[in-house]
């Protein structure tokens, strides 16, 4: 076949438009040559200086939530030196940078901490969910109640209702009363 599409429509006639045609059959030796012409382009281009050597990939464990990964030796190193000699996975790389902010930049406390809540989680939450769910809201009541908010939302009764202004939607009264009367009125019409 021609590279363009000239010569390739120049070559049918008119009666060859009308059947399809079976396509030309390349032999064995066609595809021989190809495969050797291209394997020796291949072997004289050889390899490229400029490309680093791969290094052996090995399965990292995460110290606080068990996942492996698998990293080159270089990069367990890295994490090795910036967290405490401990390896630790990307997300929780970053939940400790999260906690380093919070208590000041401390990066040994914060990993402690985040150390500990992962393995309370594997002792409790992988086995139980139902207790760490608990777990986690009584953690909340409690620092709510801490803080002074309390640990129950202001009702919108009538006696607190001078104190809020216009807050919210209340209920003037209940609608179970009309609810009945509609009910027994239906009742005497049929």
Not at 8 to 16: F, H, P, R, W
Not at 24 to 39: P, V
Request: hydrophobic letters at 30%.
């Amino acid at each position: 076949m021609a590279p363009n599409g000239e010569t390739l429509v120049a070559s049918y006639t008119k009666s060859s438009f009308d059947k399809p045609q079976k396509p030309r059959r390349i032999s064995m030796e066609g595809l021989q040559r190809a495969f050797s012409d291209l394997s020796f382009e291949l072997s004289k281009e050889g390899t490229d200086p400029k490309l680093p050597a791969i290094s052996e990939v090995e399965d990292a464990k995460c110290e606080c939530c068990g996942m492996s990964e698998e990293c080159t030796p270089e990069y367990i190193r890295r994490v090795r030196e910036k967290f405490s000699g401990k390896w630790i996975c990307g997300l929780c790389s970053e939940a400790v940078k999260e906690e380093a902010e919070k208590n000041g930049g401390r990066l040994d406390e914060a990993l402690n901490t985040h150390m500990s809540v992962c393995g309370r989680f594997n002792r409790i939450g992988r086995t139980h969910p139902v207790l760490f769910q608990a777990e986690a809201m009584r953690e909340i009541l409690r620092k709510s109640r801490s803080d002074g908010r309390g640990a129950r939302a202001k009702s919108n009764g009538p006696r607190e209702r001078e104190s809020v202004k216009r807050a919210g939607i209340t209920r003037s009264s209940s609608c179970i009363s009309a609810i009945t009367k509609d009910i027994n009125e239906r009742a005497i019409i049929n």
